[in-house]
């Protein structure tokens, strides 16, 4: 079986930690691997974003990463890539005319926007994965989501048109339904780990004080609530806490989010106590997570949360929000403890409460690592086949073409304007 994957602002192949750089790279890039392991031929697509780039990279067995070229080859944060669309969906049109796949995995909203509008005149059925949806960002950004405006309408088009859909919460699985998504398009298949990389054995980063450690390895956003993990730690006297994230290390200042974080920690008088990593290799990441005694996962919203299960499958409690996957993957009282988004307060009494108590952080260890099992990327991956193969014999059954060209799904090359909404770009 051949698949192309689509994810239109997160390369497998770029540096994690940056603003667009997190979870969805992670994931895009495992789950190709593990795809091509199965015996699947699978292409990523991918926006260019340097002119060095070649056109195609061999990734893994059985894998190969492809740049289409829409906009200027350069970083662009992913809100500002709307306009860059029509031509993305031109390059995979152009692409899946030469070599058709048997089928097209969109990640992210814009990727199944130009991912349908490539697909649909070549007769390619489509399974996407959202990795975020619009209304619930919004719902629990207040205000703050820098999202283009026409990103709820895309969403729900998608629901609508897409021959299959993948959830990565059994939360989001109920959404896409509400959202006008067939019961029977909706499969729900987590996020995965690479549990021959996330396991409580191995190499542990040294320790660099004699102090309990708390560990947070997340994008440098303010959404992800790496403040409230530096307020906290305020109220925390003996422990020490490492960020990973961001741009690379020593570099923290150049960016806004940063500087405001390294005042905050000057604010909190905890500067001492606060080392920032910066962006890290992949391979950093385990020895990292495996270093700390509690991990903390604390952002405002989290469609799944990636991390909170690495952390888990190297054997360490996590301190996370019950937000979105974290509410799912994270057992209170067995695997780690629950607080609410944006309570400094109660960050800090979960922090105290886990470094006080050596054995329960090891028999949450223990419990986690055993969890997180359940997250291996081989059954994932098997998982995510089984959605696409069962897409591909419902599309050729003829029963989820559930909307049609004459409902409002944009024409290949017809996108939505960033602008007014409206549809902007020649039809076909």
């Not at 997190?22 to 031929?41: D, F, T, Y």
């Not at 709307?82 to 993305?88: G, R, S, V």
């Not at 303010?222 to 305020?234: D, F, M, N, Q």
Request: net charge neutral.
């Amino acid at each position: 079986m051949h698949v192309a994957l689509v994810s239109e602002h997160a390369s497998p192949l770029a540096l994690l930690g940056g603003d667009d750089a997190g979870g969805q790279n992670v994931h895009v890039a495992e789950l190709a691997r593990a795809l091509g392991r199965l015996g699947v031929e699978v292409v990523v697509h991918t926006r260019r974003d340097d002119p060095s780039l070649p056109r195609q990279v061999a990734f893994a067995p059985g894998v190969t990463v492809e740049h289409v070229d829409a906009g200027p080859p350069e970083p662009i944060p992913k809100d500002e890539l709307l306009p860059h669309m029509a031509a993305f969906a031109d390059g995979l049109h152009r692409s899946w005319h030469r070599h058709r796949p048997d089928a097209a995995h969109a990640h992210f909203w814009m990727s199944g926007l130009a991912a349908i509008t490539a697909a649909r005149p070549l007769g390619i059925p489509v399974l996407h994965t959202y990795h975020a949806l619009g209304r619930e960002k919004r719902a629990q950004q207040a205000g703050a989501d820098t999202s283009p405006p026409q990103r709820l309408g895309i969403e729900a088009w998608i629901a609508r048109s897409a021959q299959g859909l993948v959830a990565t919460t059994r939360h989001e699985a109920a959404v896409l339904r509400l959202m006008g998504a067939p019961a029977h398009a909706v499969h729900h298949v987590p996020c995965g780990v690479d549990l021959s990389q996330f396991r409580p054995d191995g190499p542990v980063s040294p320790p660099r004080r004699d102090r309990p450690r708390i560990v947070v390895v997340s994008r440098m956003v303010r959404r992800k609530g790496i403040g409230s993990v530096i307020e906290a730690l305020a109220r925390v006297p003996e422990a020490e806490l490492l960020i990973a994230g961001g741009p690379p290390g020593g570099l923290v200042h150049t960016e806004p989010e940063g500087r405001r974080l390294v005042a905050l920690a000057e604010q909190a008088g905890v500067t001492d106590r606060v080392e920032f990593l910066g962006a890290l290799p992949r391979s950093a990441v385990p020895p990292l997570l495996r270093s700390a005694d509690v991990v903390a996962c604390c952002p405002w919203y989290e469609p799944f949360g990636l991390v909170a299960v690495e952390a888990m499958a190297c054997g360490r409690p996590v301190v996370a929000t019950a937000v979105g996957g974290l509410a799912e993957t994270i057992e209170p009282g067995r695997t780690g403890w629950h607080v609410p988004a944006r309570d400094v307060g109660a960050v800090a009494a979960a922090l105290t409460e886990a470094l006080a108590d050596g054995d329960r952080l090891r028999h949450y260890g223990l419990r986690a690592a055993e969890a997180a099992t359940a997250y291996d990327w081989n059954s994932i991956a098997a998982r995510t086949l089984a959605a696409a193969r069962m897409t591909v014999k419902n599309f050729r059954d003829g029963g989820l073409e559930h909307e049609s060209i004459g409902k409002g799904a944009p024409r290949r090359k017809t996108l939505h304007s960033p602008s007014t909404g409206r549809p902007t770009g020649g039809g076909s």
